[in-house]
């Protein structure tokens, strides 16, 4: 009994398991050994003192005067030196030993703490950690290869593995390690902590842990992009009109930055001033390419960025690098044109308006109602009614006041705008199912 003891308690300080949790999951093992070897009727009463090593047992027997089942009776004689005031028919409480349980239940009871600890190891790996999800931790290599990184961190191993390792990292066993605690998951059954030097929260809270100001929320990282192990782009925002983000955080020489670069083997970061503008924002994000003129198209998430013909390699960067950290930068699609292709494009687009200028005027020009002459049209353009479809939308009395005419004449002229509009528009459409059919 007491090397089952002996054993528990030597597990508990090696998996970090409080005397508390071991002391239950030995009385629960116990009690199940009891169960197992005098029925699932019997309820007995287990104490475990692991200091002392002492293990106290106690299962329930009637005091009778004559034994027909040892494993629930007890004679009164004997009752009485448990219990001196016991009388026939009574239950008390019987002290056992552990070896009375037989080799078989004492298997049960090893077999059930093992599970016991290794449950109560699960909770504890999940109360560690669980807060710590999305934050820094350190721990020692055991093992690193080219599929994955095996890490331990206190009394527990953490995977890293090869998409969350920067290309070109390489580290010795005993090599201390930084990294994100990306996530628990469950791996057959056992908690798994997955750790990241990768992700872009690496670079941010590594950010919060060498640059003050950020740690202090002076400064806030907005946003961060990252080719890992290449390039990143990281913008920031300072509450303080006072305190330059963006110098704050490359610090004095770039002491700061260089820093984190050398975190993350020698990765090239971009510190990028944050802006609610999208169009300014976009413009800093690409730096260090200058941008001439923006457009930008809301329904389509993109911003249309124009910069010098020999700018252009440097804006959209060595692969689309630059761009494309830009990009995922801002949250915003980027076309990057260069002045000369744009020029193009423009002239292109005002001929496009041009003609839907020309055809709109074609369309709604007042002349095409047959019961308006000259002097009706001057006086109607006086009155701000300029086109068919302003005549159609207009009151009674708008038209009447325009043209001095009498409310008949004018619901007849309002009447003879709508007429002509239904009838273009239903030729616009039905040209334009045709020209959808054909194509």
Partial sequence: MKELARVADEIGREKGLSREVLSEALEDSIRAAVIRKYGRLTDPEVSVDLERGKIDIKIPKEVV?????????????????????????????????????????????????????????????????????????????????????????????????????????????????????????????WPQLILSRTHPDFLKKLFEVEIPEVFEGIIEVKSVAREPGDRAKVAVYSKSSNIDPVGACIGLKGTRINAISNELRGEK??????????????????????????????????????????????????????????????GWRLDVLKESEYNIIRKERMQEQEEELKEFYEIYNLENIDILDENMISKLLEHGIDDVEKLSTASVDEVVMALGVNEDQAIVIINSAIDYLTEKLDELGYEEEISDEEE
């Fill in 65 to 189: 005067e004559s034994i027909e089942n040892k494993n629930y009776e007890i004679l009164i004689n004997d009752a009485k030196k448990i219990k001196p005031d016991a009388e026939l028919g009574d239950v008390i409480m019987v002290p056992i030993s552990f070896d009375e349980l037989g080799r078989q239940a004492a298997l049960v009871a090893k077999q059930r703490l093992f599970e016991r600890i290794r449950d109560a190891e699960k909770q504890v790996v999940y109360d560690e950690f669980q807060s710590k999800i999305g934050q820094i931790v350190t721990g020692v290599v055991l093992k690193s290869d080219k599929d994955n990184m095996i890490v331990s961190i206190g009394k527990t191993e953490a995977l890293m593995p090869k998409r969350e390792i920067i290309p070109g990292d390489y580290y010795d066993r005993g090599d201390y390690v930084r990294a994100l605690l990306l996530e628990i998951r469950v791996v057959r059954g």
């Fill in 269 to 330: 970061i971009d510190v990028i001033e944050w802006s609610p503008d999208p169009v300014k924002f976009v413009c800093n994000a690409l730096s260090p390419a200058e941008v001439i003129l923006t457009n930008i198209f809301e329904d389509e998430k993109t911003i249309e960025v124009v910069v010098p013909d020999d700018q252009l390699s440097l804006a959209i960067g060595k692969k689309g690098q630059n761009v494309r950290l830009a990009a995922m930068l801002t």
